[in-house]
């Protein structure tokens, strides 16, 4: 479902829990515009799923098991976010239906609304929504159903139609480009959910809608780049969280902080003053409840230091809750990788040492992210990025590790519309097995669809797992490789590497891991990935 650019009780029926209605299906909801124009076309009208579709790997749609309750749900911000954006402009009677926390299978009357939405939140995420689709698809005209996110904006309307069949598909700026869509708030869609279900996400870690937009362009990057930063209403949402969570009995919350360059503000040409004032927020949100806050936020190390030469920001910063910075360390083993990955940071090394070492002065948490495996790697560059990463590791004993093979081409970032991708085997693949989607998740080892050749397959997935199994001896890291779907897993790597991977699943699944081979990866594929915690 579209969301906004890249995020009283009610009677209605508790989320999770639509009532049957007599009869046949209700006429839509006569929209109550507040001005000419202002909702946009072709988005959900009348009576409204809004649907947060199952985790990845926990997709019981997929293969029609058993319900079992998501171990890590968040709450869903994008949906939520669209359908109050919906409701304020009279065009819909939203409701929120989480497949996390409840078994689409068991809505009874699904005629009963007169449209769907369905969110995608990134390339990974396009396997389930499809699984929801096609549920929807068995009982209700697909027209009805529209399909908006992150994950699928990009493709091309036969791409879409493909995947999607007579869906429609809802652009995020349909609803994100309306005047105040940023400072919406979530009160009146929180307030319908069931208390059994709000203690559940803010007992997990929250989405906190901070900013969106990045001037930076990484080419394997699918979020909104090459765009100035813009602030969410944050103040708002982050008061109603606490509110919840003191009525509740939750005395902590742990939230994730929507920016992709947390202090880009500190950047030439930013407003260093602006980013002050949402940290002053936050602060003063946590002391009025008097609620416990931990966040974490994406940063670039140069955007970092700049912010940090003032101790006024780095003040502000730990007494809003921050403990936690992720650094996109890619490239820094190499010049060239960071011009291939055009990420404007020759100096991306020495930028991180001095990020790296102010952190730790101030017990603070760096987290290496770090992705291999791009088409410009080969062994040397690979070995050099293994050395620094465990150099960072063993230099910062605070640091963190997340590692991710490469996964060049997914919708939305700037590889996927290139010549020699669009209509190769990968894409096509695609295409034609929908479920394959789930091997562009970040944390998914190198597969066939984003590495094709072998060989590199194997070199990817030893450098990247030997990294994380030296995090994992550590007990410093944060990513977890998960298994892809392959129609020759002997093909995913080497027998040192299993040897290493079998350690890491052994803390997780130890029942498991001992049964692994090179040739029989993809048949434990679902009951490992379900029980390897998320990447978080």
Known sequence: MPTPPEPQPSASPAPGRPTRRAGRRPAPVPLRLATPGAVPTDVPTGRTLMIQPPYVHDNYLAEDTAFVTDRQPFLPVAPLYAAELLQSRGAAEPELFDCQLHDLREVPDLDAYDSFGISVMGAQNITPAVHVFRHLARHVDPARVHVGGQGVERLLPEEFQRLFPAARKTERQALAGLPGAMDATLDRQVDRLTDDDLRVYLSNELTLPFSQGCLFGCSFCGAQIQRRETFFNTRAVLDLYCRHAVRLGISSLELYCTSLDFFQQALPGGDLALLTRHLADVADVSREHGVTLT????????????????????????????????????????????????????????DLLRAFQHMEEHAMVPEILYVFGIPEDNEETLAETRELCGMLLETFPHSEYRGFPAKNEIPGNANWNRPGWRGSPGHTALLERPDLFLNLGFETLANEISHADPERRRMVNHYAVDMSHHAHRLGRVRSYLTVPLADDSAALMDDVTLERFRDIVGHYAPRLAPELRRDNLTAYRARLNSAIPKDS
């Open 295 to 350: 966040l974490h936020a994406l940063t670039r190390a140069d955007s970092y230091n700049a912010a940090m030469a003032s101790d006024h920001v780095r003040e502000l910063v730990q007494a809003a809750g921050f403990n936690r910075f992720g650094f996109g360390a890619d490239g820094a083993a190499s010049v060239s990788l960071l011009r291939a990955m055009r990420k404007h940071a020759d100096g991306l090394r020495s």
